[in-house]
């Protein structure tokens, strides 16, 4: 699911991103192999937040939910994976349904929230290129989510975002 998270955030940025250039670095699915599955089942209780969730980001990530289910069997900790997604489903959806955004806006909040599952938001703020929102409408997009950012062994004691 990390390697998933990384390559929807690759993509994001590749979209919004200027003309590439030649220090640019491709990213290529081939080069990347799924890790072995790890949870033969999952609870109801967590396919039922995966459905939620796959609803919730269905105008803006067309990843189908049987392939959700298959990504999260691979987690060495599918509760934990799963919860920060559906946290994130959870301000995706209370930002949208108290601003009443466009389609292109959801995207960028979709986004947003995929970097601040991994980042404190003054970092994220500080790396992306809005489109669409403000920067203080992006802070509070960001607020949504209230988990703590789950940043790794080579993230944690920064605040940058390393792209």
């Known amino acids: 699911m990390k390697y998933f998270m990384i390559a929807l955030v690759l993509m994001a940025i590749a979209c919004s991103a200027p003309e590439a250039t030649e220090t640019d670095v491709a990213f290529d699915e081939k080069d990347y192999t799924l890790g072995p599955v790890q949870q033969d089942e999952l609870t109801p209780e967590q396919l039922e937040k995966i459905s939620y969730f796959s609803k919730v980001f269905g105008q803006v990530d067309y990843y189908p939910e049987e392939e959700w289910v298959k990504d999260m069997k691979r987690e060495a900790d599918p509760e934990k994976e799963i919860n920060v997604w559906y946290h994130m489903a959870q301000a995706f959806e209370a930002y949208n349904e108290a601003h009443k955004v466009d389609i292109y806006t959801q995207i960028e909040v979709y986004n947003l929230l995929m970097w601040r599952a991994t980042y404190p938001a003054e970092a994220v703020l500080q790396q992306v290129q809005l489109e669409k929102l403000t920067p203080e409408q992006a802070l509070q997009a ?22």
């Open 142 to 163: 960001m607020s949504y989510y209230q988990l703590e950012p789950e940043m790794n062994d080579s993230t944690a004691n920064t605040n940058t975002i390393n792209i």
